[in-house]
Every structure is written in C-alpha cells, then in structure tokens.
C-alpha cells in the first residue's frame, strides 16, 4: 500500500567538507555558600531540612525539543520590546508608579502556595523523591554546599590567572619620531612584517596541499592519521565544504479494521493509517491518550473521506462517526504476529536479512566530503506514521504523511554527479550551500519543521562542533569572576530591566535553568527560567523558593531552593499585583535580550554555555580530589559518584523505568545464587575434610538466613531450565553452523543425550536436599581449589553488588545526559588513564568514535 517512490532510494551518497560545528550548550549548577548558618543559597531543600535523604531535580535533558515561536497563554498587548521601548523601564524602582494597594501581607499570602494547590493536576512528590545515599546518612546537596565557597574561589582564581595568560606580551617598538606638526610618526619595520607574513603561508599552503593532493580514490586512504583537532584552519569562517558529493537517501517501504461489529474495506491509503493505529495497540500510553484519539479520528475520518470512504462485506457504503465503535485488534493481532515471526527466526535467517539490508544501504551510508570518507547519520527519509511527540504535545496522534521526492531538496557539490530521483519523480530542488553542513532535508507536515540529513556522530563535522563546543565552555572560566560579580551587583539595580536581567542569570547560572524560548499555541506548554510565570513560582520566606513547571519535553520541574535575600525580595517583586495567573514572571526580559547582554562578557555566551560550564568544571573540581583506588569496579563507581553529583546539579533527572524495580530484583536474585554457590562449594569443603568445621567455627558453613529451603528449590528449578536453554541453544547453533559448512546436521538423539546432564542436575539436588549434604564436584576437587573458587566468587559478589547500589543510586538521574552531553569528555579520559580503567568503561564503541578526538588529544595532566 505504498506509493510508487516507497521502495526507491532517494539519492545515493559520496562527498566532502569540514563543517564549522554550531554550538550546543547549557548551564549547570553549583552549590552555594552558607547563609546565616543556616544551609547555602543554591541548595535544594525540597524534602525539608536535609537529615538523610538526596535532593534531586529532574531530567530536562531529553533531546529534540522544537524552538518556540510565539508565546502561549499571554495577553496578545503585553510588549516584549528592548528596554527603550518601555515608558517606565529607565525610572528607578522607587519613582515608579505603584499599581495597587494591596497590603504586603495580602501579597504574600498567595505566594505560599505550591503549583500543584492551584488547581493543576501533576506527579505526587513520591513519584519523584530520591532515596538516601548509599554510602553517607549526609545528602549530595549538604556535601557539594560545603564545597561550594571553595570551587567559586577556585572559578575566580583560575579566571584571574587566565585573563593574564590570555593577554599578549607587549612588543617593545622603535620610539616614534615626533614631526614638526607635533603629531607621532609610527615608523614600520618592513623586515619583521615580511617575516610574519613567511611564518603563516607555509601552515596555509601545507593545508592547501593536503586537501588538494590527498584525494583518495575510494574515499578511504589515511583516515586513521588525520587529526581534525590538530589543524588550526579547520572550522574557520562559514564555508563548512569545498566539494561534496553523496548519494541520498531511500525512502521507505509501506504495508481489515472492523466497525461496529463489521468487517470494512477501505482504500489503500486509509488503511494504511488504520494500521497506524492499529500496529501500536501495545502502547497504551499513546493510544488510551483522549488528546492522541482524537487527533487520529479527525486525521482518519478525513483520507477516509477523500479516498471514497469505506464499505462493508456487500459492498455497501459505510458511516464511520464513533471512534469507540472502531475495532483495530485484527490489524494488531497481524502484525503482533509478524513482530514474533521474525523474533523467532533463526540467527542464520536474521544474519543473512541484516546482510541484504546492509547491501542496500551501503551506498547511502557515506559520502566523501572534501575528499575524505565520511559516515552519514540519519540517512533514511521518515516513514509515515502517527506523531507521537514529546510530553504532553497537543498535536499527538496526528498522521505524518509520506515524504515525496517533490519535497526534498539535495545538498551537494556543484561538481558532484546529482543523484537520480526515484523514477516517474523530480527533487523539489538541488542546492550547492557550503555553510551548511546537511546532505538533504524536507518539511514535514506537524509543526512545520525541516527535517535534515546530517553526517553521522563520529564525523570530523560532528566532532568539531563538540570540541567548540567544550572549547568555548572553557573560554567562560576567564570571564565567570566578573559575571558573578555583576549580576550579583545588579540584584539591586534601580532599572526594574536591569535586576529581571540579574536575577534571571543567576538562577541560570545557580540552578540549571534553561533560558526558555518563546512557545506557540500548537506547542506543548513547557517553560525555562525567561517564560516562567506567576503560578511557577511559590516564596516561602525568608529565602526559600519552590519552582513547579513542565520543563524541557514535558518533564516536570519541580523544587524548592534557599536563594540570596535579594533575589527573593525581587521575585517577590517581579510577581507584585496586579500580575496573576497566566502573567509572566520576567515580563522585561526575552531570551535574546538576555543572550545579547551575556554577549557584552564573551563573544558567543549564551545561557546554555553555563550549564555546560558548571558541569564541567564541577567534574574537574571533583576529580582533582578523587583519590579512586581498589578494584577496577570501585574505581568506576568512584568516577560514577562524581558524575552523579554532577548530574544531580545540573537537573539531569529522569522518570524511574517501569522496569527497574524487575530489573533490581533480577540483579538481587542473581547475587543471591551466586551467595548460594558459595555456600554449595563451603558444603563441598566439608565432604572432604570434614574436620573443618571445628577450625573454620559452623558459623562459616551456615547458610545465609534469606537463603530459605524454598528459594533454594526454586533457584534450583532456575539453574536447571537456565541449563536447558543453553543447550538447545548451542545445539541449534551447531547444525547451523554444519549447514552453513554443507555437512549433515545433527539428529535429535545427540540433543537427548546432552539433555542428560540436566537429568543429572536434577538428580543431583533432590539427593542434596533430602540428605541436607553436597558432594566435592569436579576433577581432583582439594580444599585450596575450592578456596580460590570461593574467592573468585566473592570478588563477583562484590563487584555485582557495586554495580546493583550504583543502578539504584542512579534510577532517577540521567547519568549518560551529563557525560555525553555537558561534561567534557577529555575529563573522562584524564579519569581513564589517571587510574588506569579502560576507557571501554565509560565509552560504547559509538561514543569512543564520536569522541575519538578527546581520547587522543588529552593525558592525564590535562584540566579544563
């Protein structure tokens, strides 16, 4: 039921470029300094006083959120314009009007009261509570609190010691001779300009001259030595390529609903929506969604329509109205059973379908880009199906349509073969844009938004654009002294403009939040730190503020903090009446009037950068001081407690999976059979030299009391069906590999005798259970060998249970966010090669590829 572009590739790839990477930042937390004793501004206390549990802020780091457009819920009259454009905005706070008379009291009497009181409907606080720390009763936030005083004062003595460095030695110059007119003659050495001048050409020229004559004719030779980050010229300027060339992208390929009782037929297109829906039954998140069925009803009743409606088994035309009287389990039923079909195909079958698909798509899966071999990311055109979209997104469940040839404009060299469109078809047009770093793009239908082809992670693109990333995070740390002090300054400024712009840094830079783009109606209603409003924020006096909003992909922000008395007081009067619900709190302030003002410190400072500044150097803070030693686990939880902290700060919180509790209690069972081992080889010990237990004392044989005589039996089932799985599955394996080979395979009576050591188990622990005795196992089984067993085995234990307090401790926070995303990644190969772990550790092979220029530009002595 696909058109006639489904099956054909779109373009296929190969083609050139280094990409001047755009930055993509944000802004972290850090713990602040103590106040009248009580517990440091900057500090959560959203479980109360902090005795013994950690608190966490969430996750709104989830990727892909869209950039607003206009902002929802305000009053259309309301201006957003520069600061000259206000009649009041340049009077001092003092002169200004006053716009009501409501008693202070009154005031504060609404500012108590938590979003969740005010009528909105959001997660119980227990939904989202963290437990304590597994290795103190004394929270992260207490710990970091105390550290806060001294890694500012490090910020500011490391910003001060790097302005210095950062400021060019003056050249001593010949006296200028003075003219009769009085007025100084500049006298010009021509030889020492000429030298600089023969200084530069020959790094342009050495770089000209590689990119001209190292062109490889398959696109692949000496990859492996080019260093991207070693070469100054790359990633200056806008021109991101000199040549390009690639081959595209495919476009996808693509497939009886009943009603009231009847089975219908409907036109191809429609029912290929129908199984949209149908297909995804399965997530009941989506589809028990009110916003989400209706959103598809309208979409399906309308190509239900425009395809010629649908009739029943006579051929007579059928009304479809109620979306309740639609019965969509026979399409999920079909492709449920195609979803276990291929599940259970043999790994041969499934090998052999990978390689015909890998064959198809090669051609697409790299292009040449300045002559050198590189891979592309998301090289597949979207297929149609129902937008699901991020939180609570009012466009849910709508179709998004399939993506024609028509629609998709190609990116490519203009010397470079333009690759053919699917036959019977044309590209809605064919650019040579050499700013631009994207292969091809389209629009597609929900929000309007362009959709783009991109060189994959690991690219030399991708990777520049992480490292300026980092790079510029670093540039802050010689400007964060003098920003700190000024806003800290301008808590009190008399230009009501001027305190909205220093409050609203210093929760940025305080508390992690997002700068907050402008929203559209058609968008889910999520909000940052300059689209925050009056209903957002609860004060608690003295000094205590609760934030309650939807963050970043409609993940609930929700704390209470400790602020300076004087961001308090403005707060208070940012939300003076007659502002009420639906009214913004920085009403003086857009996020581009305040990355505007942020620009006046560096070049490029945005509110994003800080957060990548403090996670970083918050990290390095901490790893400075790491003394990480034992086993190569403790070292990795070593370095995990630290990314934790940083996490934690910078509001990296996640929902905890509906899996995990399964997931705890699978890792509990497991090292409670490993504890079972043990106490089976302790047993056989005492076959052997049953004197032992007067040496070693009963208590060293005594089975550990949660180890009971039932969960014993059923562990013992366990292990014998565990058994049993492994040897059907390596006996199919077997006859595979024969087959594969053109030898006989196997007949069944060699698995039924392989399936005898599972009747011997069994016959085994029946024996061990009635007799309450275990017998020594194996070849010339000694007391030593089953003491080294036992060691082994406790290193396992331990390592497992490192592992299982490190997966809880982390179920609420998003770890990867903060190490991927907002740390920078040569602080993790300073750790790798500092305490000697591999960094396999902490890098999948796909991350040790898109950070391959952090591992092998850094040693151990390097520091953000």
Known sequence: MSSDSDDTPLVRSNGRANAAPSSNRSSAKLPSNEVNGDLATGVSIRFGPLVGEDAEMEDMDAQGASKRKSRASIDKKKSYAEPDSSSEEDQPLSKRRRTTSVKQEELESDDGIPLAKNGRKLPSASETAIGEESDSDVPIERKLSAQKKQIEQKAAKEAKTARKLAVPKKETKPAAKRQSNGVKKETVDDNKSAVKKVKAEPAAKKVKVKAESEKPEDGESDEDEYKWWED???????????????????????????????????????????????????????????????????????????????????????????FTKCDFKPIFEYYDAQRLEKKN????????????????????????????????????VEPPSLFRGRGEHPKTGHVKTRVKPEQITINIGKEATVPPPPAGHRWKEVKHDQEGTWLAMWQENIN???????????????????????????????????????????????????????????????FALRAGNEKGEDEAETVGCCSLKYENISLQPPNTVIFDFLGKDSIRFYDEVKVDLQVFKNLKIFKKAPKKNGDEIFDRLTTSALNKHLQNY???????????????????????????????????????????RVAILCNHKRTVTAGHAGQMEKLGERIKGLRYQKWRLKQQMLDLEPNLKKKKGASFFARDEDLTEEWVKEHQAFLVEEQTQKINKKFEKDNEKLLAEGEKE?????????????????????????????????????????????????????TMSLQAQDKEDNKEVALGTSKINYIDPRLTVVFSKKFNVPIEKFFSKALREKFEWAIKSVEEDWEF
């Open 232 to 322: 100054p010229t790359k990633g200056d300027g806008t021109k991101k390529w000199t040549t390009l060339e690639h081959n595209g992208v495919p476009l996808p390929k693509n497939v009886s609903m009943r009603y009231n009782g009847t089975p219908i037929s409907l036109h191809p297109d429609a029912e290929e929506v129908a199984s949209f829906f149908g297909s995804m039954l399965n997530s009941t998140h989506n589809v028990e969604n009110p916003v989400f069925q209706k959103n598809f009803f309208n979409d399906f009743q309308d190509i239900v329509k425009k395809t010629g409606g649908a009739k029943d088994v006579q051929g007579k035309k059928v009304d479809i109205k109620e």
């Open 345 to 380: 195909q043999p790994p041969a079958e499934k090998k052999k379908l990978k390689a015909e698909k890998d064959e198809q798509e090669a051609p697409y899966q790299f292009c040449t880009w300045d002559g050198r071999k590189q891979k592309v990311g998301n090289f597949r």
């Open 448 to 510: 309007g938004n362009y959709k783009y082809v991109m060189l994959a992670a690991n690219s030399d693109v991708k990777g520049q654009s992480d490292y300026k990333k980092f790079e510029k995070a670093r540039e802050l740390k010689k400007h964060i002294d003098k920003i700190r002090k000024d806003y800290q300054k301008n808590l009190k400024n008399d230009l009501m403009v001027e305190r909205q712009k220093a409050t609203a840094v210093y929760l940025i830079d305080q």
């Open 602 to 644: 560096m070049p490029g400072l945005t509110a994003k950068v800080f957060r990548t500044y403090n996670a970083s150097f918050t990290m390095s803070t901490l790893l400075r001081d790491l003394k990480a030693s034992g086993t190569i686990a403790e070292k990795i939880k070593s370095y995990n407690d630290a990314n934790r």
């Open 746 to 798: 196997m007949k069944a009576s060699e698995l039924k005798e392989r399936l005898e050591v599972v009747k011997d188990m069994e016959k085994k622990f029946a024996k061990e259970n009635k007799s309450g005795k275990v017998e020594a196992e194996g070849r010339g089984p000694t007391v030593d060998k089953i003491e080294a067993s036992i060691t082994k085995l406790d290193q396992r234990v331990e």
